[in-house]
T-cell receptor, first 116, second 106 residues
Framework: GAGVSQSPRYKVAKRGQDVALRCDPI?????LFWYQQALGQGPEFLTY????????KSGLPSDRFFAERPEGSVSTLKIQRTQQEDSAVYLC??????????????FGEGSRLTVL | KNEVEQSPQNLTAQEGEFITINCSYS?????LHWLQQHPGGGIVSLFM???GKKKHGRLIATINIQEKHSSLHITASHPRDSAVYIC????????FGTGTSLTVIP
């Protein structure tokens, strides 16, 4: 597709369930970022991939969060044993160039997760 | 510690007014981004700049690297400009401000 695609757009999970959120970046984009945005807040960095390599995962809030991008294109953010504080919009962004270069960011629409 | 600070947090303006949103940052950067997020919507990149000034229609973005400061200006504001405007910087990683919520009243 022409833009960054995320799915599902909305996900409701019971506390303790595992969820998987998918990001399909713009074809050929090297960099892929995951962000968490709580209601009324700006996005908070979670993790960064350059192609298939996860170069930075310092923003992942706990070991329940796991992200992968095995072939350097589609990425999945997995949250295990979800908690209510995980409720947020999860945003994916991609950039043509690697981090540190001046690449424009393209964002997906986000996946809104609600944990009951 | 916030690497990126925006002001004001909230802004209400009458249609037609000139609007300025400010962004200050504390890290070394290679680029600064101004982003727009409509309620319930995704984020759209408005500007990416590393020096000087850029203009798109009624929007103008400036950056002063020495002072680590950027401003986003909207001329002749319109209700459709109502959104959250987010400043983000690219350094060793991306850092985001918490956003400025703008409401333009007809």
């Amino acid at each position: 597709g022409a833009g960054v695609s995320q799915s599902p757009r909305y996900k409701v999970a019971k506390r303790g369930q595992d969820v998987a959120l998918r990001c399909d970046p713009i074809s050929g984009h090297v960099s892929l970022f995951w962000y968490q945005q709580a209601l009324g807040q700006g996005p908070e960095f979670l993790t960064y991939f350059q192609n298939e390599a996860q170069l930075d995962k310092s923003g992942l809030p706990s070991d329940r969060f796991f992200a992968e991008r095995p072939e350097g294109s589609v990425s999945t953010l997995k949250i295990q044993r979800t908690q209510q504080e995980d409720s947020a919009v999860y945003l994916c962004a991609s950039s043509l160039v690697g981090q540190g270069d001046t690449g424009e960011l393209f964002f997906g629409e986000g996946s809104r997760l609600t944990v009951l | 510690k916030n690497e990126v600070e925006q002001s004001p947090q909230n802004l209400t303006a009458q249609e037609g007014e000139f609007i300025t949103i400010n962004c200050s940052y504390s890290v070394g950067i290679s680029a600064l981004h101004w982003l727009q997020q409509h309620p319930g919507g995704g984020i759209v990149s408005l500007f990416m700049l590393s020096s000087g000034k850029k203009k798109h229609g009624r929007l103008i973005a400036t950056i002063n690297i020495q002072e680590k400061h950027s401003s986003l200006h909207i001329t002749a504001s319109h209700p459709r400009d109502s959104a959250v405007y987010i400043c983000a910087v690219t350094g060793n990683q991306f850092y985001f401000g918490t956003g400025t919520s703008l409401t333009v009243i007809p």
